[in-house]
């Protein structure tokens, strides 16, 4: 079985309901978690998906509310008494991802987060393709936060994440064909959440990466006066979908 799993919705700001944007791709057995900020460590065990069980980190830039569980899960790896990891954890981001992990060996010490029984693995991506066992993703751009929207296709149909990202042509252009989108929907006001409707036609947009409520159905109201035909749809935290 596969799914997608939003583990978290949030941000920076530290609340009860939303942790920072995360979510967890489920592509027949294997797990790839697209960033892990505050609060994903936990979520991943919510979802029953134990922390060495985990061999795939994508991320999307370098912002804490996109990396820092990073922290907890490699120090589970090497460190933690119960389901210490035996394999290896492959970590992949856009320019500036080695240097990163580089940064937290050096700060907290290589043996924090390593043991002898595997590796942890950096791919720097600098092409729009790259490939996670048989898994092909497309890392696309996205102004202005140094950031990469991950999608890909999975039976007839076409996923995007956007991570953090703005209203602006290269967003456009990751939901167009997609049938269905997790969205930065706090970078941008209620008005581009709609232009971004109308304009991609994406069947399925979930809102995500949340700074503050939105009234879905009033979007979807909105969007649909437009013109807009799919669904615009506020995301909470561990909503999922079979793919
Ligand atoms: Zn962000």
Redesign the pocket.
């Known amino acids: 079985m596969s799914s997608i799993t939003l583990l978290g919705t949030g ?1 920076c700001q530290i609340e009860y309901e939303r942790r920072a ?1 995360s979510v967890l791709l489920e592509l027949d057995q294997t797990h790839i978690l697209f960033d892990c900020g505050h609060g994903i460590a936990q979520r991943l065990l919510e979802v029953g998906v134990l922390h060495h069980q985990l061999s795939h980190i994508i991320l999307s830039h370098f ?1 804490p ?2 990396v820092s569980d990073l922290i907890p899960i490699l120090q589970a790896g090497a460190w933690s008494q119960r389901d210490p990891r035996s394999s290896d954890l492959h970590i992949y981001g856009p320019e500036g991802v080695q240097q990163l992990i580089d940064g937290l060996m050096r700060i907290f010490g290589p043996r924090s987060f390593q043991q002898p029984g595997y590796q942890v693995r950096v791919h720097e991506i600098t092409d729009e393709h790259f490939s996670i066992e048989d898994y092909h993703f497309e890392s696309l751009s996205l102004p202005p936060a140094g950031n990469h929207g991950l999608r890909f296709q999975w039976g007839e149909k076409t996923y995007a994440i956007t991570g ?1 990202s703005h209203f602006h042509e290269q967003e456009i252009n990751l939901l167009r064909g997609s049938d269905l989108a997790i969205i930065d929907a706090g970078h941008i006001s209620d008005a581009e959440i709609v232009e971004l409707a109308v304009a991609t036609q994406t069947p399925h947009i979930i809102c995500s ?1 949340l700074y503050r409520n939105l009234d879905g159905p009033q979007l979807q109201r909105e969007a649909r006066q437009r013109g807009y035909h799919g669904t615009l749809q506020v995301g909470y935290d561990l909503l999922s979908f079979n793919l």
Do not use: C, E, G, P
């Open positions: 941000t944007s912002h509310d996109h953090d990466h």
